[in-house]
């Protein structure tokens, strides 16, 4: 249960476009509007005066733009999230990038092309699923903040315990050799998926470009990005790692020496062809509010490959992941969670990490150095 309503500024300095996420907004029982900023230094002054717990932000905003309002918002450690909704072209996708490098926890394309009443239904379309997903981030905040209110620490100082049984296990996920990861697989290792969101972008840069160039298992990622986004994404970071990396098209062939990531806009799942596994993209229904899903690539993958698959769940906002982590764990797979000291949002590893699923909880600068291990284990098999 939502403790209070939540409260959105409006940054933005189009009467139409705040008109329309006010409109979204007021269709939204557990959120309520506090205000509007029509430029950034405007929009700083009342998230410093108002705090709210969401700002829409408009990168395009005058006087400070959106990008120098997140730099900001990180600088003077503002406590607000920040949904991106704004015009963009192909041009403006690295603009993008930085946002979510940023800590925007999603960015949101506002429609054109076609007529104002589409487009209208369109953006209000959009920004329902975004409200749905951050809605679960809040009652997750909500519920780490009565947490550590109800547990202040011997100095005073209020401090986030976990419950004994609970601590003992993380500690003990932690602390699980090599061996014993190899003694829990029932299968060889045949593929990596790796899902991430808020802050994924940034983790991806720190994750994909230290995985060598003779890695021998395909990786499959997916990146909370709308469609148009991932394209840039993929390049950058083709441009950094020793592997290649693509945005994946359809019948796309899954191999080793490649990091295919899931475009914007469509689910990416693994299909067996004779001794070939391909990518086949589809425009399903999204799930968890999210498409392209983590659940649906994890889920897929498992079919595929069964025991032999090793998901990566990374920061992000929301639950997607969770239920395809349950799934790689009762093949007989393994999965890695990055731990909640270094995610941006520790939403989508929570549930995972909390069940004890995760066969290993570790930094985000350690993520690789796990699938490191695992590629090592498979050598001395």
């Known amino acids: ?20 996420i006010r409109d979204a907004l007021s269709r939204e029982p557990d959120f309520e509007f506090v205000g509007v900023a029509r430029d950034g230094v405007d929009a700083l002054e009342k998230i410093r005066r108002d705090t709210p717990d969401l700002v829409t932000l408009d990168l395009d905003i005058p006087e400070l733009n959106g990008i120098g309002v997140l730099e900001a918002i990180r600088r003077q450690g503002l406590r607000t999230h920040v949904l991106v909704v704004s015009a963009m072209t192909e041009d403006d996708m690295d603009r993008s990038l930085d946002a979510l490098r940023l800590g925007a926890y999603g960015v949101v ?86 899902g991430t969101s808020t802050g994924g972008p940034e983790a991806l840069r720190s994750v994909l470009p230290a995985i060598p160039w003779e890695f021998p298992f395909p990786v499959l990622v997916v990146q909370h990005m709308p469609k148009g986004f991932t394209a840039s994404l993929a390049d950058s970071l083709d441009r950094i790692c ?39 993209l589809t425009t399903d ?17 498992v079919d595929v490959y069964g025991a032999g698959t090793l998901g990566v769940i990374m920061t992000g906002m929301g639950e997607d992941g969770a239920q395809g982590c349950r799934l790689i764990k009762k093949a007989g797979g393994a999965v890695v969670a990055q731990d909640e000291e270094s995610c941006v949002v520790f939403g989508m590893p929570r549930l995972p990490v909390e069940e004890g699923i ?11 150095s796990e699938l490191l291990e695992f590629m090592r284990a498979e050598a001395c098999v």
């Open 109 to 194: 394309v506002k429609p054109t092309g076609g007529t104002a009443t589409e487009n209208c239904a369109s953006l209000e379309n959009v920004l329902a699923s975004k409200f749905a997903a951050f809605r679960l981030l809040h009652v997750r905040l909500a519920a780490v903040s009565h947490d550590e209110r109800a547990a202040p620490g011997a100095s005073g100082i209020q401090e986030r315990r976990l419950p004994e049984a609970e601590d003992t296990g993380l500690k003990a996920m932690r602390e699980k050799s090599l061996s014993r990861r190899r003694r829990q697989r029932q299968g060889p290792l045949q593929v990596v998926v790796i």
């Open 358 to 368: 995760a066969d290993a909880v570790v930094p985000l600068s350690e993520v690789t």
């Open 1 to 20: 249960m939502i403790p209070r309503r939540i409260r959105v500024l409006i940054a933005d300095d189009s009467i139409l476009f705040r008109r329309i």
């Open 242 to 280: 020793p592997v290649n990396v693509a945005e994946a098209s359809h019948g796309d062939l899954v191999e080793s020496g490649r990091i295919l990531i899931a475009p914007g806009g469509e689910h990416m799942k693994l299909r067996r062809q004779g001794g070939n596994v391909t990518v086949e």
């Open 285 to 301: 229904a999204p799930e968890n509010h999210c498409r392209p899903s983590v659940d649906v690539l994890f889920r897929s993958a």
